[in-house]
């Protein structure tokens, strides 16, 4: 028995004439004139092996069973393929139904579901052609985001996920207690943490950056890419409760150094999905979103805009746009504001900088001004903001002072305070937020379709 090849294999290297095997799941099988034709599809590439049985090739029982979903073992020899769209076609020795699939219950058994209706059997929707493209360009995408950190010298660090501190200050984090909640303990009407597993509030990270501009303090080049969370209220297509983020943070480094890496690392990653994924992505062009090749192509190759959050007020404002949320100098941009601005303004990336620093966290590094903070986004065409970063505040007065304004609790962020006081450096990082990356990647329109199990308000399955 010869050993198991993917179908990726045989269909872009496989050697006519060869004796082989294959295992996976029927997609469909038609009959002609006695011939079965049955496509094979093992998920490692969007295609099937068309595996072709001979008149009186299999006992009539056993056919019966090759229903699309059964999964199948396959032996047989690789011949050229008379038929359109494949190179070669497997000429069926022996065919053994491994697990049997009831075509009147099962839910892929059509094609053309809505993604609606697939995310409702999330644990099937990979045997899809979209999904299965979307998860195989997610793996491609995560592989190139180490690449090109590791290429550069940065050091991979795994920040936690369980912490007591709310990088972004914005009162979304999601509580982690080992609380019976059905007696909680109160100290004066109020929950008494301290009878809690870690004796103190504690939470799920939002950010993994504050950990991590520890340990670019000693390292000088790091990034983390793991999971954050937040009870996000906004119930929308580019919001998720649980997301990755891709976070560098980097040493010695200005908001100059970080917007360069941050364009450098977007199109890098676009590169190599583009390079690798070549059939998913035409795919996906074809049947999901039309221009997203060009679209691709296009960020890969532009050269990023860059203005300051006052150029864009003003480029706003005179557009003479009838927005929803108005625009005033101090409010924060708004989805609607972003996506005029790269996809209507400019139609080309942006990047968005110094920004008020009273509608940024707090260690977000003061400009001179006085009033804005060398804070970045970064803004794409169809998706609106990807990456968010800044260049920190290294100065420990005006960092004492930006937490006090906020009402702060200094002495639960002496450690952050430590790295001011201890040889402390000009550094700067910005997270990706790797569905929406994978969004603009892949030219599903809604991020719950690019993630396995979609964590989001009133939506938990698995
Ligand atoms: O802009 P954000 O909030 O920045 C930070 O968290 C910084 N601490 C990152 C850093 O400097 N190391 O989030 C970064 C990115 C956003 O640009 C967006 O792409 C994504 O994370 N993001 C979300 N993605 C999905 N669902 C949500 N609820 C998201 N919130 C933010
Ligand atoms: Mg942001």
Same mark, same amino acid.
């Given at each position: 028995?010869?050993?198991?090849?993917?179908?990726?294999?045989?269909?872009?290297?496989?050697?006519?004439?060869?004796?082989?095997?294959?295992?996976?799941?029927?997609?469909?099988?038609?009959?002609?004139?006695?011939?079965?034709?049955?496509?094979?599809?093992?998920?490692?590439?969007?295609?099937?092996?068309?595996?072709?049985?001979?008149?009186?090739?299999?006992?009539?029982?056993?056919?019966?069973?090759?229903?699309?979903?059964?999964?199948?073992?396959? +032996?047989? &020899?690789?011949?050229?393929?008379? /038929?359109? %769209?494949?190179?070669?076609?497997?000429?069926?020795?022996? @065919? *053994?139904? #491994?697990?049997?699939?009831?075509?009147?219950?099962?839910?892929?058994?059509?094609?053309?579901?809505?993604?609606?209706?697939?995310?409702?059997?999330?644990?099937?929707?990979?045997?899809?052609?979209?999904?299965?493209?979307?998860?195989?360009?997610?793996?491609?995408?995560?592989?190139?985001?180490?690449?090109?950190?590791?290429?550069?010298?940065?050091?991979?660090?795994?920040?936690? +996920?369980? &912490?007591?501190?709310?990088?972004? /200050?914005? %009162?979304?984090?999601?509580?982690?207690?080992?609380?019976? @909640? *059905?007696? #909680?303990?109160?100290?004066?009407?109020?929950?008494?943490?301290?009878?809690?597993?870690?004796?103190?509030?504690?939470?799920?990270?939002?950010?993994?950056?504050?950990?991590?501009?520890?340990?670019?303090?000693?390292?000088?080049?790091?990034?983390?890419?793991?999971?954050?969370?937040?009870?996000?209220?906004?119930?929308?297509?580019?919001?998720?409760?649980?997301?990755?983020?891709?976070?560098?943070?980097?040493?010695?480094?200005?908001?100059? %150094?970080?917007?360069?890496?941050?364009?450098?690392?977007?199109?890098?990653?676009?590169?190599?999905?583009?390079?690798?994924?070549?059939?998913?992505?035409?795919?996906?062009?074809?049947?999901?979103?039309?221009?997203?090749?060009?679209?691709?192509?296009?960020?890969?190759?532009?050269?990023?805009?860059?203005?300051?959050?006052?150029?864009?007020?003003?480029?706003?404002?005179?557009?003479?746009?009838?927005?929803?949320?108005?625009?005033?100098?101090?409010?924060?941009?708004?989805?609607?504001?972003?996506?005029?601005?790269?996809?209507?303004?400019?139609?080309?990336?942006?990047?968005?900088?110094?920004?008020?620093?009273?509608?940024?966290?707090?260690?977000?590094?003061?400009?001179?001004?006085?009033?804005?903070?060398?804070?970045?986004?970064?803004?794409?065409?169809?998706?609106?903001?990807?990456?968010?970063?800044?260049?920190?505040?290294?100065?420990?007065?005006?960092?004492?002072?930006?937490?006090?304004?906020?009402?702060?609790?200094?002495?639960?962020?002496?450690?952050?305070?430590?790295?001011?006081?201890?040889?402390?450096?000009?550094?700067?990082?910005?997270?990706?937020?790797?569905?929406?990356?994978?969004?603009?990647?892949?030219?599903?329109?809604?991020?719950?379709?690019?993630?396995?199990?979609?964590?989001?308000?009133?939506?938990?399955?698995?």
């Amino acid at each position: 028995m010869p050993e198991r090849t993917t179908v990726a294999a045989l269909l872009h290297d496989g050697e006519i004439g060869s004796r082989v095997r294959v295992q996976g799941w029927v997609r469909t099988r038609r009959d002609s004139k006695g011939v079965s034709f049955v496509e094979v599809n093992d998920g490692s590439c969007l295609k099937s092996l068309q595996a072709v049985v001979k008149p009186d090739g299999l006992p009539r029982c056993t056919l019966s069973r090759v229903t699309t979903g059964a999964s199948v073992d396959v +032996v047989g &020899t690789l011949v050229e393929s008379p /038929g359109k %769209g494949q190179r070669v076609e497997l000429d069926v020795e022996t @065919l *053994a139904v #491994v697990g049997d699939c009831d075509p009147r219950s099962y839910p892929l058994q059509k094609k053309g579901h809505s993604f609606e209706f697939l995310r409702s059997i999330s644990h099937l929707r990979a045997r899809t052609n979209s999904l299965g493209a979307v998860f195989r360009v997610r793996s491609a995408a995560s592989a190139a985001v180490h690449r090109f950190f590791l290429d550069r010298g940065f050091f991979l660090v795994h920040t936690p +996920v369980i &912490t007591s501190s709310d990088c972004e /200050g914005a %009162g979304e984090m999601f509580q982690v207690t080992a609380f019976d @909640l *059905a007696s #909680v303990p109160l100290e004066d009407g109020r929950v008494d943490f301290d009878k809690d597993f870690f004796g103190k509030q504690a939470g799920l990270t939002v950010s993994g950056q504050l950990q991590a501009e520890t340990i670019a303090c000693a390292l000088s080049n790091v990034y983390t890419f793991g999971p954050t969370f937040r009870a996000e209220h906004s119930n929308t297509a580019r919001h998720l409760a649980e997301f990755w983020m891709v976070e560098p943070e980097m040493a010695f480094c200005d908001l100059d %150094g970080c917007i360069d890496l941050a364009v450098a690392f977007l199109k890098e990653v676009i590169a190599a999905v583009l390079d690798q994924c070549g059939e998913d992505i035409a795919f996906l062009n074809r049947w999901v979103e039309k221009g997203l090749l060009k679209s691709l192509e296009h960020v890969r190759d532009a050269t990023f805009v860059r203005m300051t959050y006052t150029e864009a007020i003003e480029t706003l404002k005179a557009s003479r746009r009838s927005f929803e949320f108005p625009v005033e100098w101090g409010a924060d941009l708004q989805a609607e504001h972003e996506r005029y601005l790269t996809e209507e303004h400019l139609r080309k990336p942006l990047i968005i900088t110094d920004y008020p620093e009273a509608i940024k966290p707090f260690y977000m590094r003061r400009n001179d001004d006085g009033r804005t903070v060398a804070a970045m986004d970064l803004l794409v065409p169809r998706i609106g903001e990807i990456v968010g970063g800044s260049q920190r505040e290294e100065r420990l007065d005006v960092l004492k002072q930006s937490m006090e304004a906020r009402n702060m609790a200094l002495e639960a962020y002496r450690w952050y305070l430590d790295l001011r006081r201890f040889g402390t450096v000009p550094h700067a990082g910005f997270g990706v937020g790797f569905e929406r990356f994978m969004m603009f990647l892949t030219g599903m329109q809604n991020i719950r379709d690019v993630i396995m199990y979609p964590r989001a308000r009133r939506n938990l399955e698995l």
